[in-house]
């Protein structure tokens, strides 16, 4: 390859360029030389990986120098090379909501695979990455060593407003994260769960609660809700005195994954030293690392962030 050159013409790839046969062949075998895996997974063509496998099949790609972010690799496109990653792939496709299909392998050994929204995802000793939205891009990400992005759980926390109420400070800022998951369309909560926990969260849990989230504006609704959990904290016989007191956005039924792993929690009396501080805590499982999910949390953790006066984790 001369300098300056594109990876990809360089191997091979021009605009148009279908591998026919070749490529449904290699997916063929692909499918019908995977061993079987506990629970009986398998390998499934879709049209997303049929026309990536057209377009790329064949091809022996290699690095344009040493790397922009990280090491450059090159990688070669055949999905028998890959056949073998069935389990992986397929605990990625859970936490995505997507499925995943052998692209290829790498020359440092790592497995490409391409989902059925045309990702280009690869798997290795360090983890699983997102190289791109597409498989092009994915490619050029590895040729050019741009740094590729993690498919991993992500946290975020903030000192919320507080008070010398803490279970209004609590909800208020309860109610404030159900608008902004509804607003950035992460789902729309219709209840709260409340839990109190002696010892400041390291104890037994003396109350296990939900309360649905009263009609009307969200302003409105703190009252009541508040009313409602001291309700619940007297009926358990129960008390807030030295415990922790955590308010969790329910996930609504049917939330589809990778959604469903959110998690958005407000908590009080956590801490011995500040028992009436309040912290929110949003959360999410790995495959909302990437696509409209991660697009979606980032904008969530930048308005909870303006909420809470801080700068986004």
């Known amino acids: 390859m001369t300098r300056?050159?594109?990876?990809?013409?360089?191997a091979g790839w021009y605009e148009g360029r279908d591998a026919g046969d070749a490529a449904m062949l290699a997916a063929l075998r692909t499918v019908t030389l995977a061993e079987p895996v506990v629970g009986g997974a398998t390998w499934t063509l879709f049209p997303a990986v049929e026309r990536a496998l057209r377009e790329f099949h064949g091809l022996r790609v290699h690095p344009t120098g040493p790397g922009r972010d990280v090491a450059a690799t090159g990688c070669v496109i055949d999905p028998t090379e890959a056949r073998h990653a069935l389990r992986p792939c397929a605990l990625l496709g859970e936490s995505t909501g997507s499925r995943l299909f052998p692209f290829g392998r790498t020359d440092a050994d790592a497995l490409l695979a391409v989902d059925d929204e045309g990702r280009l995802f690869s798997l290795d000793h360090g983890g699983r990455w997102h190289l791109g939205d597409t498989v092009h891009e994915g490619l050029t990400t590895l040729t050019e060593g741009h740094a590729p992005r993690r498919v991993a759980a992500r946290r975020?926390?903030?000192?919320?407003?507080?008070?010398?109420?803490?279970?209004?400070?609590?909800v208020r800022t309860a109610l404030a994260a159900v608008y902004v998951l509804h607003h950035r369309r992460v789902f729309s909560a219709r209840s709260l769960r409340l839990t109190v926990t002696t010892l400041r969260g390291i104890g037994v849990r003396t109350v296990d609660g939900t309360l649905p989230l009263p009609g009307g504006s969200l302003e409105e609704a703190a009252e009541p809700l508040v009313a409602g959990m001291e309700a619940l904290i007297g009926a358990a016989g129960a008390t807030a005195r030295g415990a922790e007191v955590q308010v969790a956005v329910s996930v609504p039924p049917h939330t589809a994954v990778p959604l469903s792993s959110v998690e958005c929690t407000v908590r009080t009396g956590h801490s011995a030293k500040t028992p009436t501080s309040t912290e929110l805590v949003l959360s999410a499982g790995a495959g909302a690392s990437v696509g409209r999910?991660?697009?979606?949390?980032?904008?969530?953790?930048?308005?909870?962030?303006?909420?809470?006066?801080?700068?986004?984790?």
Do not use: H, I, K
């Open 156 to 170: 975020w926390s903030w000192a919320a407003p507080s008070t010398a109420q803490p279970l209004v400070d609590t």
């Open 293 to 313: 999910a991660r697009a979606a949390l980032d904008a969530c953790s930048e308005d909870f962030a303006r909420y809470t006066g801080q700068s986004s984790p």
């Open 4 to 10: 300056g050159e594109n990876p990809l013409t360089a």
